[in-house]
Nanobody, 112 residues
């Protein structure tokens, strides 16, 4: 199983980015995005499981949207109204046959 995340970059506060995560070797039924800011622990940002149950961290509700293309085996994270507190390395993850797999991370930097 391999995951390849992309789409990170530098954006001004109030801007938007869309992250993508291409998955090979596994289905995208149970997927999620996580982030880790400097000096902080990794936290869950958004998760989608099973038939489409979605959970968001309180800090991103109403601003971020997780979605997936099952045919392309790709997971997306649309991030709007970004603020400096969203600066972090973002990781995608897929749970396949009870094992969690992780991508390499993509850096998102939001300038004020």
């Amino acid at each position: 199983v391999q995951l390849q995340a992309s789409g990170g970059g530098l954006v001004q506060a109030g801007g938007s980015l869309r992250l993508s995560c291409a998955v090979s070797g596994a289905s995208v039924t149970d997927v999620g995005w996580y982030r880790q800011a400097p000096g902080k622990e990794r936290e869950s940002v958004a998760r989608m499981v099973g038939g489409g149950i979605i959970n968001y961290a309180d800090s991103v509700k109403g601003r971020f949207t997780i979605s997936r293309d099952i045919r392309k085996r790709t997971v997306y994270l649309q991030m709007n109204s970004l603020n400096p507190e969203d600066t972090a390395v973002y990781y995608c993850s897929v749970r396949y046959r009870t094992v969690d797999y992780w991508g390499q991370g993509t850096l998102v930097t939001v300038s004020s």
